[in-house]
């Protein structure tokens, strides 16, 4: 945290010196401060953005008294935009706009307090998500805009759509929810969720779960508080609540803690939610760092992050999926790797791609937590999610983990099944319609096919001469679930 001596600003076109405003009030009342230590050389802008929980080293420059700073030379828009007029800076962070003054002495974050962490031991398993985990997230469509009201209208329409009923049980709520704590250090929710145990209730009367966030350091992706100091307080008061599934973000703890530390600050909320007197899913996210797959389950997890944030584009699904490849060794029942939520029904990609992606997942044993809006699903979102043929793919017993066999123009993913039958998937990477082969002996089922079933289109297939020709559309997915003898 920044400690430095404090120096006026030399006003003018320039922006160097200490900087002081308020962002943005969140819905608990806390006023999210940003804090500004800027260094002006010429017109190039160095120094540090601080928030209530994030700290950004920034660079840019100076134009006639306009600049941009960016946060990573790879980001392809700036952290935080401003112009400089006489002793306030007019800044511009995402869509919000407000102004800051000169610091003066005090106005820095204070730095928090350090927490000493536990020394490592394995927290036993919690007998949970033996299948992985299905569901839906608030973030991908809400973000912060999700409350009581859009919770409930969730959980009512995953009934009357059918999801529940295909498997879809966990109703999560991101971030955004929290309130302040009290003078006993209890967390409570803010304006935007007046009964949280309330809401747990109705969402169980609908005969689905209930889901939460939180984060291990101070404060959360959004800079709401986080449970940094108060894992087993706010284990029990989640337990209390009625909470299912406990989604924990690395994002907030980047201000306390290093990728080193990850496995000690896991294993503190693991140890915290076994300790509540209630089974709670444990969910780490941490974006895939520190090759979480090899101590996710020392930690008492049920799934983990492989990747970072997954985005509207093909090429985000893609990358995210891409990165299970060497994370398969260590998924299986209770134990999962997870490439981030689904973006089907969003909108962001074509029905040929939300098919791909929901196979995909499906191959690669991930959880599937829809950020959809449920209440408005069209008949061809629903045939997706939906698909009974794919979702049994996913919730096989077995629960290994595809890998892809053959890569090119045609990607092939193959996976085992607890039957002895394998699911494969062949995706077209390509920009134009394209021809799969599909031959047994790649299965590892010999040349004798006893049956094959195209999942898409609900119809079984027959193999010649032991394989199986189909067309495949520009980003789209052949998956067949496939019975033969098996090769030893």
Known sequence: MILTLLVMPVFGQSADGKW???????????????????????????????????????????????????????DSKPKLTGEVDGQTLHLTRDSDSFAAQPARPGDEYPPFEHIELPALHNVPPNGMAKTPPMGWNSWNLFESRIDDKTVREIADAMVTS???????VYVNIDDTWEGVRDAQGNLGSNKKFPDMKALADYVH???????????????????????????????????????????????????????????AVYQKMGDALLKSGRPI???????????????????GANLWRTTGDIHEPWTSMIG????????????????????????????????????TQMSLWALTAAPLLAG???????????????????????????????????SGGLDMWVKPLADGSVAVGMVNMGATEATAEIKANELGLGTQVKSARDLWNHTSVAFHNGAYLA???????????VSGERQM
């Open 281 to 299: 899913v444990y969910s780490l996210c941490e974006y895939g760092n520190g090759h979480v797959e090899t101590w996710g389950t020392k930690v």
């Open 320 to 355: 995210n999926i891409t990165k299970q490849i060497p994370t398969a060794p260590f998924a299986g029942p209770g134990h999962w790797n997870d490439p981030d939520m689904l973006e089907i029904g969003n909108h962001h990609m074509s029905d040929d791609e939300d098919r």
């Open 162 to 168: 059918g999801m529940r009923d295909a498997g879809y």
């Open 471 to 481: 067309k495949v559309p520009s980003h789209g997915v052949l998956m067949l679930r």
């Open 20 to 74: 002081i405003g308020v962002q943005r009030v969140l819905d608990n009342g806390e006023s999210d401060r940003i804090f500004l230590d800027l260094h002006q050389k010429g017109s190039d802008l160095t120094g540090t953005v601080t928030t209530l929980g994030h700290i950004y080293q920034v660079k840019g420059t100076m134009a006639n008294g306009h600049f941009a700073l960016f946060s990573s030379p790879q």
């Open 372 to 406: 959809n809006d449920i209440r408005l699903m069209p008949a061809s979102t629903r045939a997706i999610l939906m698909n009974a043929e794919v979702i049994a793919v996913d919730q096989d017993a077995l629960g290994q983990q595809a890998v892809p066999i053959k």
């Open 205 to 263: 009367s609908k005969g689905l779960k209930f889901g939460i966030y939180s984060s291990p350091g101070p404060r959360t992706c959004a800079e709401y508080p986080g449970s940094y100091g108060y894992e087993d307080q706010d284990a029990r008061t989640f337990a209390a609540w009625g909470v299912d599934y406990l989604k924990y973000d690395w994002c907030g703890a980047r201000m306390t803690f290093s990728v080193e530390d990850l496995q």
